[in-house]
C-alpha cells in the first residue's frame, strides 16, 4: 500500500458532530490520532448542521468524512448526510460514523454507503488503517478521472 508520500496529496479528513450531541470526547481523541500520523485533519467541532458539514467537505475536498454519535437519532442524521453528499457530487468521498452506534444498525448505515463504523472498543490502528486505505482508494480514483 502506498504511504502517505506516496499518495496524491496529504490525506485530508474533516470531522465533526450534528445536532445537539456534545459528548466529544471520542472524536477529538481521533482528531489527535489522526494529526500524530500526519493526517490533515478538519475539525469542525460540535453542533453542525448536515449542510455545514458537506458544505466544508466539498470547500475542504476531503478524503473521509467522519461524524461521531454519542445519543439517538444517528440514522436521520447519517441519511441526510449521505443523500445532499449525493446530491453535492461527493457521494463518493469515504463516509466513516463512530460512537454509540447500535449493531443492528450496521447494514442500514452500508446501504446509506458508510463504509467505517467505529464504536466503543474500536482500535486505533483499526480507524488508522481505514482512513489510510480508504483515502488512497479516493485519490487514486480522482487520479485516474479525464482532465
Same mark, same amino acid.
Given at each position: 500500500? %502506498? /504511504?502517505?508520500? @506516496?499518495?496524491?496529496?496529504?490525506?485530508?479528513?474533516?470531522?465533526?458532530? $450534528?445536532?445537539?450531541?456534545?459528548?466529544?470526547?471520542?472524536?477529538?481523541? !481521533? &482528531?489527535?490520532? $489522526?494529526?500524530?500520523? =500526519?493526517?490533515?485533519?478538519?475539525?469542525? =467541532?460540535?453542533?453542525?448542521?448536515? *449542510?455545514?458539514?458537506?458544505? #466544508?467537505?466539498? @470547500?475542504?475536498?476531503?478524503?473521509?468524512?467522519?461524524?461521531?454519535?454519542?445519543? =439517538?437519532?444517528? $440514522? #436521520?442524521?447519517?441519511?441526510?448526510? #449521505?443523500?445532499?453528499?449525493?446530491?453535492?457530487?461527493?457521494?463518493?468521498? &469515504?463516509?466513516?460514523?463512530?460512537?454509540?452506534?447500535?449493531?443492528?444498525?450496521?447494514?442500514?448505515?452500508?446501504? !446509506?454507503?458508510?463504509?467505517?463504523?467505529?464504536? %466503543?472498543?474500536?482500535?486505533?490502528?483499526?480507524?488508522?488503517?481505514?482512513?489510510?486505505?480508504? #483515502? /488512497? *482508494?479516493?485519490?487514486? &480514483?480522482?487520479?485516474? !478521472?479525464? &482532465?
Amino acid at each position: 500500500m %502506498p /504511504t502517505n508520500t @506516496q499518495t496524491h496529496h496529504r490525506i485530508r479528513c474533516l470531522l465533526g458532530m $450534528l445536532g445537539t450531541d456534545v459528548h466529544s470526547k471520542g472524536i477529538r481523541t !481521533l &482528531a489527535r490520532w $489522526l494529526r500524530d500520523e =500526519g493526517i490533515e485533519v478538519v475539525y469542525l =467541532g460540535e453542533h453542525n448542521t448536515v *449542510e455545514g458539514m458537506v458544505n #466544508a467537505l466539498v @470547500q475542504e475536498d476531503a478524503d473521509v468524512i467522519g461524524l461521531s454519535f454519542s445519543s =439517538g437519532g444517528y $440514522l #436521520a442524521y447519517i441519511e441526510q448526510t #449521505a443523500q445532499l453528499m449525493q446530491q453535492r457530487g461527493v457521494g463518493d468521498v &469515504a463516509f466513516m460514523v463512530g460512537g454509540q452506534i447500535h449493531p443492528d444498525d450496521h447494514g442500514k448505515l452500508s446501504a !446509506l454507503g458508510v463504509s467505517g463504523i467505529f464504536g %466503543p472498543g474500536s482500535s486505533k490502528d483499526d480507524v488508522l488503517d481505514f482512513v489510510r486505505k480508504v #483515502a /488512497t *482508494e479516493q485519490q487514486l &480514483a480522482r487520479s485516474s !478521472l479525464p &482532465a
